[in-house]
């Protein structure tokens, strides 16, 4: 079982910055995509950045945040980071991590799709 668990949330001014992390747990072999997903009320959740490993490796990024968010890993530390800076009032919402890949198990490896139970952003005009 992997778990992850976002911390770095919080309240900022409109034109503060941020960074998001991500934390994972478990004995993982590989994670193919890391992601960061924004929810806000009446909206369905949407994707904010990603990275994923697979055909050369790619990182994607929502239209509303390019040029002001960064997407980053760091694999020994089985963590991914989100840097905001630029900051509005939009981008409140609770944020989500997830990564998938493979894992070992008892019997072999496994895949794994975890979610994080999400961190709030808050930006105050």
């Known amino acids: 079982q992997v778990q992850v668990v976002e911390t770095g949330g919080g309240l900022v001014q409109t034109g503060g910055s941020l960074r998001l992390s991500c934390a994972a747990s478990?004995?993982?072999?590989?994670?193919?995509?890391l992601g960061w997903h924004r929810q806000t009320p009446g909206k369905p959740r949407e994707m904010v950045a990603r990275?994923?490993?697979?055909?050369?490796?790619?990182?994607n990024y929502a239209d509303s945040v390019k040029g002001r968010a960064t997407i980053s890993r760091d694999n020994a530390r089985k963590t991914v980071y989100l840097q905001m800076s630029s900051l509005q009032p939009e981008y409140t919402g609770v944020y989500y991590c997830?990564?998938?890949?493979?894992?070992?198990?008892?019997?072999?490896?496994?895949?794994?799709?975890?979610w994080g139970q999400g961190t709030q952003v808050t930006v105050s005009s």
């Open positions: 990275i994923t490993t697979g055909n050369g490796g790619s990182i």
């Open positions: 478990g004995n993982i072999f590989s994670a193919v995509e």
């Open positions: 997830n990564q998938r890949g493979l894992y070992l198990t008892k019997t072999g490896w496994s895949p794994f799709d975890s």
